[in-house]
């Protein structure tokens, strides 16, 4: 199992980006995948998670993120809008494993590396 994310970076309050992760090594279109969060000096943060078409947010991110996956790329992606400061993490993509109900860490089997984004004028 491979979970490798790209597309963070640098920008300014109020901008957008697109996270992706790109899964090898599962069949894809038969997990959960959730996106998560480090901020510096804290722990991890759930932000987002899909199974099929029904997706669940974080408060603090519900109405500016959007979760989605193209199960045909075996991708999962994150469009980030009105970024604020408080948004620079690195954003991790992770697996879910199957049975589990809640989205807390110990119910993601695999994790990527992460990408970093910076929210900064």
């Known amino acids: 199992v491979q979970l490798v994310e790209s597309g963070g970076g640098l920008v300014q309050p109020g901008g957008s980006l697109r996270l992706s992760c790109a899964a090898s090594g599962f069949t894809f279109s038969s997990y959960a995948m959730g996106w998560f969060r480090r901020v510096p000096g804290k722990g991890i943060e759930w932000m987002s998670g899909i199974l099929n078409v029904n997706t669940n947010y974080a408060d603090s991110v519900k109405g500016r993120f959007t979760i989605s996956r193209d199960n045909a790329k075996n991708t999962l992606y994150l469009q980030m809008n009105s970024l604020k400061s408080e948004d620079t993490a690195v954003y991790y993509c992770?697996?879910?494993?199957?049975?589990?109900?809640?989205?807390?860490?110990?119910?993601?089997?695999?994790w990527g590396k992460g990408t970093l984004v910076t929210v900064s004028s």
């Open positions: 992770a697996r879910k494993k199957p049975g589990t109900y809640s989205w807390s860490q110990s119910n993601m089997d695999y």
